[in-house]
């Protein structure tokens, strides 16, 4: 109907457990948020200091797994997500897909052994090793 100002909506989420949602709707952000106490608190003391409006809350530095859900909020919230891998499958020998991968890192695996282990990826030619590293350095604030 030819509106200039839709409304536009920005997710982190971690399969069954914790989901982060910003909506931006005629210039005012609401935020949905379903998950765990941990989650709750630290989202509560963001919007205490910085608002409602992820844009403008600080990175979280922890590489727990709420960390990691609202920096990916902020930061697709401020147009910068740039993941690291773009194919739905990572590996291709044994058939991961790439948000398999992506969950089990958010969820707890830092190392390349520990996301084989928890999805089987990486564990046959090895190709796929490499973006794995990708991934989880992304996911816990590493650049480059
Ligand atoms: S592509 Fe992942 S082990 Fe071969
Ligand atoms: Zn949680």
């Not at 935020?31 to 919007?47: F, T």
Request: aromatic share 4%.
């Amino acid at each position: 109907m030819g509106n200039m100002n839709p409304t536009q909506t920005w997710t982190a989420l971690l399969h069954g457990r914790d989901l982060l949602e910003a909506t931006l709707e005629n210039g005012t952000c609401r935020l949905r948020l379903i998950g765990c106490e941990a989650l709750l608190q630290q989202v509560r003391a963001l919007r205490e200091r910085h608002g409602d409006d992820p844009q403008s809350w600080a990175l979280p530095a922890g590489s727990g797994h709420t960390d990691m859900l609202i920096r990916e909020l902020i930061l697709k919230r401020r147009g910068e997500w740039d993941f690291p891998y773009k194919d739905a499958e990572i590996c291709h020998c044994r058939l991961v897909a790439t948000v398999i991968v992506d969950q089990a890192i958010v969820t707890g695996a830092h190392t390349p052994e520990v996301v084989s282990r928890w999805t089987s990826a990486s564990t046959s030619c090895g190709t796929c090793r490499p973006d794995v590293e990708k991934i989880i350095a992304y996911r816990l604030g590493k650049t480059s």
